[in-house]
């Protein structure tokens, strides 16, 4: 207190010998502003919704030194008679996902065929001309696009694909053998379900089998067109599911699919062909028939364990018999013989801590030793049930992306806050990485890495503007300046954030604001552009210590890198050194030579480098919202009678 008096009696007498050897009024103001910090003192709002200052310069107008506008020209603005109010800008919602109605198909079209004699036999089998009076009642359901693709299908072309005389041909049967396999791809047989005409046939019964066989045409037709579809794009629209799901439509021409069938030799190699090419969708339908073949998990370790070196506890034997039975080549090598020396032990002694220390690191997870609900959940996994579905839905969700990812690219798996970079098929890199937040989730999307950008800017998203820098600059209009951010107009012209009257503005800032290149920058020292609608990136951070916790949700949406030196290196086709040279020149960018896809995906399954399938926990809850759309659209095609 006393030392606060001393300072008040001090700054008249400063100000006093300051003025009395005639500091220039400009000087004044400015050591004014610099005693009492400057900001929002001595000014008042003008109508436009800036702030003025009391000062002026020498010809009589306000210089803004900055602020936009001086000599007379600032940009006009909105006027603000009351304070807007604030909206906030939401983050992308799900939906309330909707499966496609099916129709019944009008075959009317194909009646002309039966009931023209005069139709070139060349272009109507004898045959199906003869059966089509078949159609007549017939109810046949199916999707709009595949119920348009057989009437223009079979109208072109009017003979039979899958029958030949009075019996279904070797293609036909070939094509019913595959759809009812669909359930090793983790679809639904019932989806493809259909009645497969007997082989005999009583003399009586002529125009009964005719009618027989075009149905089991059409039908046929109808089914393999929606496996087909499913393999190579899923049964469920992504971009339904909410607004963080999003990919391109995958074309899919059915009525050049019917003629390609038409002639084919092998239908299940054209069947099987549809579905994703890559190694990770064949580990995954391994994996699903290895835990359907399984029986439930044998040795439950309770949840809630929590265990710490030289504690005891009879839950540890069963971990430990976990780990053992979970050991590939390099654990066994350094552990095995320790494993079955203490495999039954319920002390956590010293000499045990190295194996689960390593167990953790195989796991993903911080190598601390202590054994807790997280590592028990890595370690003992999910039920057998979670895991089906869990496999189930990343099998759903590969079919979403391109049947082959490529040799070289780019994976980050949010879930398992991981992103990897694969090099002609290897994995030369997996770092941890920090995704968003539940509340500002990443998104679920792939795209082609552009550039890398040295000691980059951070163009501050309108979301964040608002949602977050808004209410604290009513009070604080200066903040920015202070804190290293340019603030620039509608027409580029820079802005001193002071100067404006942030109360003006609600959900709609007309300002651009960045951060300029420092250690503080919220980006780190580089980051790789992938342009996207979703304004998603990686980078790298200040924060280096959330790359320590297991859990990494923590960031606005976009992707930290734990390395991202080395994964610029990797994108770039050149070394950590030259990044490191680069880094020292200041402000730079640097486009890829390579096309290099990046995956910013969503997978609660997923294999690791070895093929082995790693669980994950749902950060943002999305496999219940898969799951669900994909019994939505069971039940629209089956339904239950």
């Known amino acids: 207190m006393k030392l606060f008096a001393r300072k008040v009696v001090l700054l008249p007498v400063v100000l006093a010998g300051t003025f009395a ?46 602020d936009g506008y001086r000599f007379g020209k600032r940009p006009a603005r909105p006027v603000a ?35 023209s004699a005069s139709l070139d036999q060349a272009t109507a089998g004898t045959a199906f001309r003869e059966a089509v009076t078949g159609l007549s009642g017939y109810e046949l359901f199916a999707e709009p696009e595949i119920a348009k693709a057989l009437v223009e299908y079979y109208s072109d072309k009017p003979d039979f694909i899958w029958v030949t005389g009075n019996e279904v041909n070797e293609r036909g049967r ?38 027989e066989l075009i149905r089991f045409e059409m039908a046929l037709s109808a089914r393999v067109l929606r496996y087909a579809h499913d393999a190579e794009g899923g049964r469920i629209n992504p971009n339904k599911l909410s607004g963080y799901h999003d ?42 028939e290895a835990l359907k073949a399984s029986s439930e998990n044998d040795i439950v370790v309770d949840p809630k364990l929590l265990l710490k070196p030289g504690q005891t506890n009879p839950e540890l034997g069963k971990l430990l018999h976990l780990i053992a039975r979970d050991l590939d080549d390099e654990m066994g090598g350094d552990y095995g013989e320790l494993l079955a020396r203490t495999v039954n032990s319920e002390t956590y002694g010293q000499e045990l801590v190295p194996v689960v220390k390593a167990s953790q690191t195989r796991a993903g997870l911080t190598a601390d030793g202590v054994i807790g609900p997280r590592t028990v959940a890595a370690l003992a996994g999910t039920s057998k049930a979670e895991r089906i579905d869990k496999v189930l839905v990343a099998l759903e969700q590969l079919r979403w992306l391109p049947r082959d990812l490529g040799e070289t690219r780019v ?19 997996n770092m941890r990485a920090v995704v968003g937040k539940p509340s500002n989730q990443t998104s679920f999307f792939y795209d082609e890495i552009e550039q890398v950008d040295y000691n980059p800017y951070w163009g501050v998203p309108q979301s964040i503007i608002v949602n977050e820098m808004l ?73 280096k210590a ?17 390395d991202p030196r080395g994964m610029a290196a990797a994108v770039l086709g050149t070394t950590v050194e030259h990044i490191e040279a680069k880094l020292k020149q200041g402000h730079s960018t640097e486009k890829t030579t390579l096309k290099i896809p990046v995956y910013v995906a969503y997978f609660t399954a997923w294999p ?18 898969v799951k669900l759309a994909m019994e939505k659209t069971d039940a629209v095609r089956v339904p239950s009678s």
């Not at 980050?412 to 992103?419: E, G, R």
């Open 247 to 288: 990919f391109p439509e995958k074309p899919f021409d059915m009525v050049d699919a019917l003629k390609v069938l038409s002639l084919a030799t092998d239908v299940r190699g054209w069947l099987e062909a549809r579905h994703p090419n890559n190694d990770e969708y064949n580990a995954l339908r391994v994996e699903l």
């Open 411 to 429: 994976f980050i798996n949010q879930p398992a806050f991981t992103a990897r970079f694969i090099d002609k098929g290897v994995e030369k890199l």
């Open 471 to 543: 209410p604290r600059l009513r009070n604080d209009p200066g903040y920015l300046d202070r804190a290293g951010y340019e603030v620039t107009d509608a027409k580029g012209r820079s802005i001193s954030s002071s100067a404006i009257n942030w109360w003006a503005y609600g959900s709609k800032v007309p300002y651009n604001v960045r951060q300029t290149p420092s250690e503080a920058n919220a980006l780190g020292e580089l980051k790789i552009l992938f342009p996207n609608k979703h304004a998603i990136y990686m980078h790298d951070t200040p924060q």
């Open 608 to 625: 690791d480098k070895h093929g082995k399938i790693e669980y994950f926990g749902d950060v943002y809850e999305r496999d219940a919202r």
């Open 174 to 211: 070939d094509a019913v053998r595959v759809l009812g396999e669909a359930d090793s791809h983790g679809l639904s047989p019932a989806d493809y379900a259909i009645s497969v005409p007997s082989a005999s046939m009583s003399a009586g019964d002529a125009a009964a089998r005719k009618s």
């Open 546 to 562: 959330l790359f320590d916790r297991d859990m990494r949700a923590f960031s606005h949406g976009c992707v930290r890198l734990k």
């Open 81 to 115: 008679r009351k304070p807007a109010a604030v909206s906030k800008i939401s983050a992308p919602s799900y939906y309330n996902y909707k499966a496609p109605a099916l129709q019944r198909v009008d075959f009317t079209p194909l009646a002309a065929i039966g009931q």
């Open 21 to 66: 050897v005639g500091m220039p009024q400009v000087q004044a103001q400015s050591l004014f502003e610099h005693l009492f910090g400057g900001g929002v003192r001595n000014q008042r709002m003008d109508d436009s919704g800036y702030i003025r200052r009391s000062g002026r310069s020498g010809d009589g107008q306000y210089d803004g030194e900055g």
